[in-house]
């Protein structure tokens, strides 16, 4: 016997007419619950895997600080060559961009002066008064990126495996993060960003289905619902309250070690590697979990016999409304009263919340409904804020304590309905074009985070706008869910 028999032997994968595969497994499923479900092995790997989270929450929430604008005033205007001190204009200059004297000159504000013990791309590059659009304008380029992203990886991450796109989106995040730090302009700024959401659109596209492939059907909603961003929320709020200069900041959230150290020991997705039919490798990382894990030798054989038979014969979820209501309260916090530091641990608390409600919900009465009840609640937000806003035209800063809450309310219940749709667009496409469909998803839902930065520049004309937009949105995808068929206790298709 040779050497490659011998191991095919060992493996009991390469020729299950050697095996007794009478009692073998005849789905994935069956085969991790043989191993353990969501052994200690899985719980490692899973955590590795979504550790990502918190760097993608610094990325993403990360110009709410680095995009505040401070009170500020004019220090000095200009009519041509002719130049008058702030000081000598006779009322207050607090933001304001032009000043016309008593003969109709009008002076237009050429220094300013701003206010707050911190810093921000709007105090760098004075992006105020004729450029106060550039600094929503960036998270709309970023926005753009993140749809690119999304749609590049989902198919390379089909085509080459859930490893190595996995560490290439993360390690792009990461390094294009921290060289935006060192801009020098701000579009300059715009196109690091720009790459900062080319990273992230391409890690939570791997993200999202990287772990799932290692577990049974009863943690997939686990597995697709708690992560780390929430966590990564609440890391930031206390980074950015002890580093107060922008570009720090931003060099201070970009660091990780984790590239080089977890790149060997996070394996490939064994389910990925079967439908592949490299049977061998899949083998030694299923034997591993089964040695990690305690369990007995597994014996797959069926499953590879199923495997080569398909192999021989060779739905978009409605994500873009969820995350453009996401975005839009999320990058709106900036502009609500209150210490914006505080602001931002109470959402990261509230995301926590509403993250792990999505676990008896989504195993109880499943993911239609779950999603039903999510976007109901973002509605019941953004309607009453609507209310709120509209009762007091005069005075945008009245209830401040109740818009807080309902703008919290709308942003946990998107948050919490992405989850479920996430987990939604994993279990619906099979494992040969998994990652290509969950792309296709993300692409819709990268689209509503573009338009979000829009709404919340709309909002400084129109406070209103913003929540007309994301209540109508609600109204319109609450039918459209009920299309959705419910994938709840359901075995993952592998091919076509």
């Known amino acids: 016997m040779d050497k490659k028999t011998a191991k095919e032997n060992e493996l009991k994968v390469i020729d299950p007419k050697k095996l007794d595969s009478s009692a073998a497994p005849k789905e994935f499923e069956d085969l991790i619950d043989s191993l353990g479900s969501f052994g200690h092995w899985q719980r490692v790997i899973f955590v590795l895997i979504s550790a990502a989270d918190v760097f993608g929450a610094f990325a993403m929430m990360l110009p709410v600080f680095t995009g505040a604008t401070p009170n500020w005033s004019c220090r000095q205007f200009r009519h041509g060559n002719i130049y008058m001190n702030g000081s000598e204009v006779n009322n207050d200059t607090s933001e304001i961009c032009e000043y016309k004297t008593t003969t109709d000159t009008n002076f237009h504000c050429s220094e300013f002066a701003f206010d707050g013990d911190f810093t921000s791309v709007v105090t760098e590059w004075n992006l105020v008064c004729g450029v106060s659009y550039v600094k929503n304008l960036i998270n709309v380029i970023q926005m753009v ?24 989106a993360y390690s792009f995040l990461i390094f294009s993060g921290f060289g935006s730090a060192f801009a020098t ?36 909603t686990v597995c697709g619902t708690v992560g780390f961003w929430a966590i990564g929320q609440l890391v930031l709020a206390l980074m950015a309250n002890y580093i107060k200069h922008w570009r720090y900041l931003t060099m201070a959230s970009s660091i990780s070690v984790k590239v080089m150290c977890f790149f060997s020991f996070i394996p490939e997705s064994p389910r990925w590697l079967i439908q592949q039919g490299r049977y061998e490798e899949a083998g030694e990382i299923l034997e591993n979990i089964a040695r990690k894990n305690n369990r007995p030798r597994p014996d797959f054989s069926q499953i590879v016999q199923v495997a080569k038979d398909e192999r021989a014969q060779e739905a978009t979820t409605r994500r873009f409304s969820t995350f453009l209501i996401y975005y839009e309260l999320a990058y709106n916090m900036s502009a609500l009263s209150g210490n914006r530091y505080v602001n931002m641990v109470y959402a990261g608390l ?10 008896p919900l989504n195993n109880t009465i499943g993911r239609r409904c779950s999603i ?72 819709a839902a990268r689209i509503g985070g573009i338009v979000a930065p829009s709404l919340v520049f709309l909002g400084t004309y129109n406070v209103t706008v913003p929540y007309i937009v994301s209540s109508s949105l609600c109204v319109v995808m609450l039918p459209l869910v009920w299309q959705l068929q419910e994938t709840k206790d359901r075995a993952l298709q592998d091919a076509l």
């Open 372 to 443: 039903v009840l999510f976007v109901t609640l973002a509605l019941v937000g953004n309607v009453v804020l609507l209310g709120i806003y509209t009762a007091h035209k005069e005075n945008e800063e009245g209830a401040p304590a109740a818009i807080l809450l309902f703008t919290l309310l709308g942003k946990s219940a998107a948050l919490a309905g992405t989850y479920v749709m996430q987990i939604y667009c994993a279990e619906l496409y099979p494992t040969v074009i998994r990652n290509l469909g969950v792309g296709a998803g993300s692409v």
């Open 185 to 220: 302009s701000w579009k300059v700024y715009a196109f690091c960003r720009f790459l900062v959401g080319l990273g992230f659109g391409a890690l939570m596209v791997v993200n999202c289905v990287f772990p799932l492939e290692f577990v049974g059907r009863r943690w997939r």
């Open 145 to 168: 990126g993140l749809t690119l992203g999304a749609l590049c990886f989902g198919q390379m991450s089909d085509l080459a495996g859930r490893k190595k796109p996995y560490f290439l």
């Open 350 to 359: 509230v995301d926590l919340v509403a993250m792990l409600s999505v676990i």
